[in-house]
T-cell receptor
Framework: GAGVSQSPRYKVAKRGQDVALRCDPISGHVSLFWYQQALGQGPEFLTYFQNEAQLDKSGLPSDRFFAERPEGSVSTLKIQRTQQEDSAVYLC????????????????FGEGSRLTVL | KQEVTQIPAALSVPEGENLVLNCSFTDSAIYNLQWFRQDPGKGLTSLLLIQSSQREQTSGRLNASLDKSSGRSTLYIAASQPGDSATYLCAVRMDSNYQLIWGAGTKLIIKP
């Protein structure tokens, strides 16, 4: 596609529900990132994929958070048993580059999925 | 540990003024620096990316500079317009590392 697409744009969940957030990166982009952004703050890194391999999940706040990218394209961020502190905007970004290559490293973001946990 | 700071946190200026947003970082071993714009309730739009070997990048009324030795980047906006109102974030990518380290942003309001 022309840009990074995320769905749903808005999600309201009751505490304890499971949610799944989808990211369609720019076609052909190798690298895919998930970020969490609280109101009035910069994004916080969650996890990184290079193609289908999840190379870093050190930013996931708990084992209730799980991300996958099984075919190296679309990615899903799943949050189990949601808590109120999970309320945030979840941003997906993609990049054409690989670590250590000569590409620019420019990151392109989707519009985010705003999760509200009641 | 790399730290990125943006000052001021908020800025309000009349339409038509030229203005400068600041971004400073503590570790000069960066791979690149990227400026983003974020409108309320929206995602991040990439404005300019400066590689570590570059001094500046320009796009329309925007000009971003980079001084690695002093750990500073500036985003210059010429002839500001109300449509420029948004939060501007800078993010630094370190050498051989994919992670971005973010500033907290500068909220810019351009008054008509």
């Amino acid at each position: 596609g022309a840009g990074v697409s995320q769905s749903p744009r808005y999600k309201v969940a009751k505490r304890g529900q499971d949610v799944a957030l989808r990211c369609d990166p720019i076609s052909g982009h190798v690298s895919l990132f998930w970020y969490q952004q609280a109101l009035g703050q910069g994004p916080e890194f969650l996890t990184y994929f290079q193609n289908e391999a999840q190379l870093d999940k050190s930013g996931l706040p708990s084992d209730r958070f799980f991300a996958e990218r099984p075919e190296g394209s679309v990615s899903t961020l799943k949050i189990q048993r949601t808590q109120q502190e999970d309320s945030a905007v979840y941003l997906c970004a993609s990049s054409a580059d690989l670590i250590g290559t000569a590409n620019t490293g420019e990151l392109f973001f989707g519009e985010g999925s705003r999760l509200t946990v009641l | 540990k790399q730290e990125v700071t943006q000052i001021p946190a908020a800025l309000s200026v009349p339409e038509g003024e030229n203005l400068v947003l600041n971004c400073s970082f503590t570790d000069s071993a960066i791979y690149n620096l990227q400026w983003f714009r974020q409108d309320p309730g929206k995602g991040l739009t990439s404005l300019l990316l400066i590689q570590s070997s570059q001094r500046e990048q320009t796009s329309g009324r925007l000009n971003a500079s980079l001084d690695k030795s002093s750990g500073r980047s500036t985003l210059y906006i010429a002839a500001s317009q109300p449509g420029d109102s948004a939060t501007y974030l800078c993010a630094v990518r370190m050498d051989s590392n994919y992670q971005l380290i973010w500033g907290a942003g500068t909220k810019l309001i351009i008054k008509p």
